[in-house]
């Protein structure tokens, strides 16, 4: 079991994995994970290629349904309502209209600007015209892209940066509200200052949403995480608040993992 | 290294290089002869037809005088055939290849399914005609009509349709799947409002080079019952016979550009031989004009697509 140590235990869970197990047909991808995640916090997950990060931040918008013989094990209690997200009766559509997801790689539709944000909306079957502008505006606002694309709206997604791309994909995720945000290294495909202004937005993301983020990168967790999970071929090995994963890590294989001397 | 290690290294390269040459040689010989030969056609009958090609060609029906004789209710015939073959391929063979692409799952089913799709590609067109024959004019009573023919090509090319239909989607990232679907999209609206229009380009090449293939079709045309001989165009909407109404057409009689270059071949006067001959020219510009159209398409509708 994994220890979990805590000053600020009576902070609100937005969503807990329970004993959760995943398999890749035969092959276990995940092996018995339990991990909490606070709301209104930055969590970020670590852990050498292969170790599982994607496998289980996919598990949370049920992303694997998508594919056969991938097969799920134990839950995932997601707050307030204790809906388990990985149960056979919850539909995964209302799973995704909850929690959203940026990718590795920035993937805009080949649409415009204005439809790649208003994707989300339109899907939720919002056809007021006013109703969409807004949220598109407030949307590329706070993924900071407002200011860039308020004169091409019109103009495709793919004319746009990476950096503007992700943000772009940021916006759209945004647009909808969503409960919990999901980053699968959104920033590995950027340059440094196009990973600054992600990471800058990140940080002022968590007022308004739970984040969970898959990052290489350990400066980066440090940086914008308050909480820091360690995964290793499936397991999660340690997790606390960033602070003290960096800094005094309960368990060897972390520290070393953190210092470098592995991984 | 020394300049002998390094002039034996240059002798190699030279020595290597030599190959590339030659196959490129190869390579332009095998196309000369490809394009050689449909030019020499192309222009053969372009002398033989290009005299009789005229308005008046193009505006008479056909005639027991080769000077008088035209193409009229041949070429309205064929566009009316096409228009059917396009009308009735293009949705079925679209949603066949969405279905196997977006919802059927990989098990042995689909695969066999595939196996038969490919097959039907290969199957003679004539065994299609006699196949026709059976169900659409005598089953269901269609008739030796318009509405027959074009069944008939859609179903010749509906194989095309579906291969060209699934490698276009196929070409479409998964990660651009996975973004609609993290929106909470469900499969219908990711195909509607991602799969399709992503994959138009594709799918509209592949129906107009089938469509390009089908309007040269002959023989399964003769085995559902075109007529060779036929002076009068199908009724325009409204002006067949009481009742008359919008698809009057789809029932009536009619010929087709290959037939009527067949019937005239068969003639012992030179002068429809002549006649043939610009039917002919007028047919390879048909095709043409659908293969720039496929090519225009895919450039327009490809423009903001770039994976
Ligand atoms: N579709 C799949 N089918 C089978 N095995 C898979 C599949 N996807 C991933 N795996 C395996 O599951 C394990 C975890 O993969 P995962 O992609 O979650 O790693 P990761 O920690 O995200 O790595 P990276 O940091 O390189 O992205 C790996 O051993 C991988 O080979
Ligand atoms: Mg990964």
Redesign the interface.
């Known amino acids: 079991m994994i220890e979990i140590n805590m000053q600020e235990t009576q902070l609100p869970l937005k969503a807990e994995a329970r004993n959760l197990s995943f398999f890749y047909g035969s092959f276990q991808a995940l092996k018995n994970v339990n991990m909490p995640i606070y709301e209104k916090r930055v969590t970020s997950l670590i852990g050498p290629s292969g170790c599982g990060k994607s496998t289980y931040l996919r598990c949370f918008n049920r992303m694997h349904d998508l594919y056969p013989g991938n097969r799920y094990e134990g839950a995932i209690d997601f707050h307030p309502d204790h809906t388990d997200l990985l149960s056979p009766k919850v539909d995964p559509i209302e799973v995704r209209m909850r929690i959203s997801m940026v990718f590795q790689k920035p993937n805009p539709f080949p649409k415009s600007i204005y439809e790649n944000v208003a994707y989300g909306l339109r899907v939720r079957g919002e056809s007021a015209r006013s109703v969409i502008d807004d949220k598109v505006e407030a949307a590329l606002r706070s993924a900071a892209l407002w200011g860039e694309v308020k004169d091409r709206l019109n103009e495709q997604g793919a004319n746009l940066s990476g950096g503007q791309q992700q943000r772009l994909c940021i916006a759209r995720a945004l647009a909808t509200d969503p409960e919990l945000m999901l980053f699968d290294e959104p920033t590995s495909a950027l340059d440094p200052i196009a990973t600054a202004s992600i990471e800058e937005l990140i940080t002022e993301l968590k007022e308004k949403v739970t984040i969970l983020i898959v990052t290489h990168n350990m400066q980066q967790a440090a940086r914008i995480s308050d909480y820091t999970a360690y995964m290793y071929i499936g397991e999660m090995v340690e997790f606390g608040e960033t602070d003290q994963v960096f800094i005094k890590p309960n368990k060897k294989e972390t520290e070393d993992y953190i210092t470098g001397r592995f991984g | 290294m020394n300049q002998q290690e390094l002039q034996a290294l240059r002798t190699m390269i030279v020595a290597h290089k030599r190959w590339d040459m030659m196959f490129g040689l190869l390579g332009i010989l095998a196309l000369m002869i490809a394009l050689m030969t449909f030019t020499a056609l192309f222009a053969d009958m372009a002398i033989n037809g290009l005299g009789r090609i005229s308005w008046e060609f193009l505006t008479s029906f056909p005639s027991r005088r080769a000077a008088n004789a035209g193409i009229l209710s041949a070429w309205v015939g064929s566009v009316l055939v096409m228009l059917v073959t396009a009308v009735a391929a293009v949705p079925l063979g679209v949603a066949a290849g969405v279905y196997l692409e977006e919802y059927a799952?990989?098990n042995w089913v689909t695969d066999i399914i595939e196996i038969n799709v490919s097959n039907l590609a290969g199957v003679p067109s004539i065994i299609y005609g006699l196949l026709a024959l059976g169900l659409f004019v005598y089953t269901f009573g269609l008739g030796q009509s318009i509405l027959t023919a074009g069944l008939t090509l859609a179903l010749l090319i509906l194989p095309v349709v579906i291969v060209a239909t699934r490698e276009a989607i196929r070409s479409i990232?998964q990660?651009?799947?996975?973004?609609?679907?993290?929106?909470?999209?469900?499969t219908w609206?990711v195909v509607s409002?991602?799969i399709v229009p992503?994959s138009s380009a594709g799918i509209l090449t592949g129906v107009i080079i089938g469509m390009a293939r089908a309007i040269g079709e002959t023989a399964p045309i003769i085995t559902v019952g075109a007529l060779t001989f036929i002076a009068f165009l199908p009724p325009a909407p409204f002006t067949g016979e009481p009742p008359a109404g919008v698809f009057d057409w789809l029932f009536a009689p009619f010929t087709v550009m290959p037939i009527q270059m067949f019937n005239w071949t068969s003639r012992p006067e030179a002068a429809f031989l002549a006649n043939a001959a610009a039917a002919g020219f007028i047919l390879v510009l048909m095709t043409l004009a659908m293969n720039g159209l496929a090519i225009w398409l895919r450039y327009r509708l490809r423009k903001?697509?770039?994976w």
């Open positions: 799952r990989k990232p990660i651009i799947r996975e973004g609609a679907y993290a929106c909470g999209a469900t609206q409002d991602h992503y903001n697509i770039n």
